[in-house]
């Protein structure tokens, strides 16, 4: 079945530096790809998305970028901050999400 | 407030005890699911259900049922309950089309 693989599995950067998680997946029927981040005991909250006919969305120090023909797409956080620190994690859909192991994002004051 | 309602938010059973986690929201979505997620892994589809009336197993269903009661609600059951099934349990909802995943807060649950 349908499979998406995420890296790295634990990312600490400076804060005020960029984040970069990555995933890639085997199915081109995918056509919609969201973002998750989880802080601890809570709920996954949709933080950006991305559709199969857009290759790069942004939202302030959020950004998602898409490349179809290579199968991967990519979150990039700029200007880190320590409200920053959880737990991302892909996912991708056709009738229902399939999510990625997810990415801990440690931001060092 | 709309959204996706779960209860209960925590509880322990013993091994062998039956429960059902309840769920409902009442945005008017057709498509609802139930996750597990354990300790530092991601989320794992143990059913869901596409429309009301209909309900499909996902990756983990071994030990669970599940009920689409009405539109709004979704049940989970536990039959037998195992430490292995010990596990933060997430509802979930979705309409039309792709897109538009609301989750509900969680249910921990502890299986000693």
């Known amino acids: 079945g349908e499979n998406v693989e995420q890296h790295p599995s634990t990312l600490s950067v400076q804060e005020g530096d960029s984040a970069v998680i990555k995933c890639t997946y085997s199915d081109s029927a995918s056509n919609y790809f969201p973002w998750y981040k989880q802080e601890l005991g809570k709920r996954p909250q949709l933080i950006i998305d991305i559709r199969s006919n857009v290759g790069e969305k942004k939202d302030q120090r959020i950004a998602v970028t898409l490349n179809k023909t290579a199968k991967h797409f990519s979150l990039h956080i700029t200007e880190t901050q320590p409200e920053d620190s959880a737990v991302y994690f892909c996912?991708?859909?056709?009738?229902?999400?399939?999510w990625g192991a997810g990415t801990k994002l440690i931001i060092k004051p | 407030n709309a959204g996706v309602t779960q209860t209960p938010k925590f509880q322990v059973l013993k091994t062998g005890q039956s429960m059902t986690l309840q769920c409902a929201q009442d945005m008017n979505h057709n498509s609802m699911y139930w996750y597990r997620q354990d300790p530092g892994m991601g989320l794992r589809l143990i059913y869901y259900s596409a429309s009301e009336g209909t309900t499909d197993k996902g990756e983990v269903p071994n030990g669970y049922n599940v009920s689409r009661l009405n539109k709004r609600e979704f049940s989970l059951r536990l039959e037998s309950a195992a430490p292995s099934q010990t596990s933060v349990y997430f509802c979930a909802s979705r309409g039309s089309g792709v897109y538009g995943y609301t989750f509900g807060s969680g249910t921990r649950l502890t299986v000693v």
């Open positions: 996912a991708l859909a056709n009738y229902q999400l399939i």
